[in-house]
């Protein structure tokens, strides 16, 4: 995915087009041009309009006609599914640098991404999270680096409601997602790693699956209680 590794102007509209197809209409124009609405949110909110899907399933994008500058000077483009993070830029900078704070301070911290990585980074996030075609697998640290063989590591800093240790990675067809395990699912004795492989739609994972199979859960597979969210449960 030439895209993700060298990243451009035009990756996001790239990468969704690769993953999701385009809609058969046609791309869906943007109406907002005015306000102070940065070029790289309206391109990212036609390009996610052209697939004809939808293309957040966890965390979301502010939609353009609620995009607003608060008092703090800060326009609010990415909001966490459980409203306890915001990600925003200031209104008075051109760097579009990307901010985050948390629901209970006031603080705003840099992310270190700038708006255009940022939603790139977001987009293949959600990618992953929305896959029908993935899988999860509780790896040893000591088998991690060959159930990766073929991925590349892509150059996005955890965000700040993931863990620390979280990597998102690429293949020529695929994404993969390595993080620390959830409550309950580590080992004693033994680092384990939570990886997720996905595919687009369309495409299958059992090339990555077929080595991986002692490494899955039992639990793989089984219906998810309706109010856990995906990261909670994420086989």
Not at 138 to 145: E, K, T
Not at 158 to 165: I, Y
Not at 185 to 204: F, H, K, Q, V
Not at 212 to 229: C, D, M, T, V
Request: aromatic share 10%; with cysteine; net charge negative.
């Amino acid at each position: 995915m030439e895209e993700l590794l060298n990243p451009q102007s035009d990756s996001i509209r790239r990468f969704l087009k690769r993953w999701y197809g385009s809609a058969a209409s046609g791309e869906t124009a943007t109406p907002f041009e005015a306000l102070e609405i940065p070029h790289e949110i309206l391109d990212w909110h036609q390009a996610a309009a052209s697939t004809g899907v939808e293309v957040a399933f966890q965390d979301y994008p502010v939609a353009l006609s609620d995009l607003k500058r608060s008092d703090d000077g800060m326009i609010v483009v990415w909001v966490e599914n459980q409203n306890g993070y915001y990600w925003a830029i200031k209104s008075n900078r051109e760097d579009h640098e990307v901010f985050f704070r948390e629901d209970a301070s006031s603080v705003w911290r840099d992310t270190g991404e700038k708006l255009d990585q940022f939603l790139l980074h977001c987009t293949v996030r959600e990618a992953i999270i929305g896959a029908e075609s993935k899988f999860s697998a509780l790896v040893p640290a000591s088998a991690i680096q060959d159930a990766l063989a073929g991925f590349t590591p892509l150059p996005y800093r955890p965000l700040a409601n993931e863990s620390p240790a979280t990597q998102l990675l690429c293949s020529s067809n695929a994404l993969a997602r390595v993080a620390t395990p959830p409550v309950g699912y580590s080992r004693r004795g033994e680092r384990i790693w939570l990886l997720t492989i996905a595919t687009a739609p369309g495409s299958s994972v059992r090339q990555y699956r077929a080595s991986l199979e002692r490494y899955i859960p039992a639990e793989a597979g089984r219906p998810r209680p309706a109010e856990a969210s995906i990261e909670d449960l994420p086989f």
